[in-house]
Nanobody, 118 residues
Framework: QLQLVESGGGVVQPGGSLRLSCAAS????????IGWFRQAPGKEREGVAR?????????DYSHSVSGRFTLSIDSAKNTVYLQMNSLEPEDTAVYYC??????????WGQGTQVTVSS
């Protein structure tokens, strides 16, 4: 079964940057969608960025992160990244990596905490 492990979270000041990583236990080339979600305290989980596994040229970003976050895939390393720039306090959340199979099954990582605070 596919396993996902996120890393790279931490505490950063407003305006700072972080790069999150999502390491997959096997190649994700046979899967359908790769995405990043986040969940802030007291709020529902929301999608941040998602793209077809076969191409990251058509990444769908949420309005709140468009222009600041970038999703990328290193297929050789079975790793997905989320580069986050110009971070704002509103970006504080637990960030989750998600992979959806061709049959619609969802795989989730355990999450990594991102805190944006001065």
């Amino acid at each position: 079964q596919l396993q996902l492990v996120e890393s790279g979270g931490g505490v950063v000041q407003p305006g700072g940057s972080l790069r999150l990583s999502c390491a997959a236990s096997e190649t994700i080339e046979g899967y359908f969608i790769i995405g990043w979600f986040r969940q802030a305290p007291g709020k529902e989980r929301e999608g941040v960025a998602r793209a077809p596994v076969i191409s990251t040229e058509n990444v769908d970003y949420s309005h709140s992160v468009s222009g600041r976050f970038t999703l990328s895939i290193d297929s050789a390393k079975n790793t997905v990244y989320l580069q986050m720039n110009s971070l704002e306090p509103e970006d504080t959340a637990v960030y989750y990596c998600n992979v959806k199979s061709l049959r619609g099954r969802d795989y989730w990582g355990q999450g990594t905490q991102v805190t944006v605070s001065s």
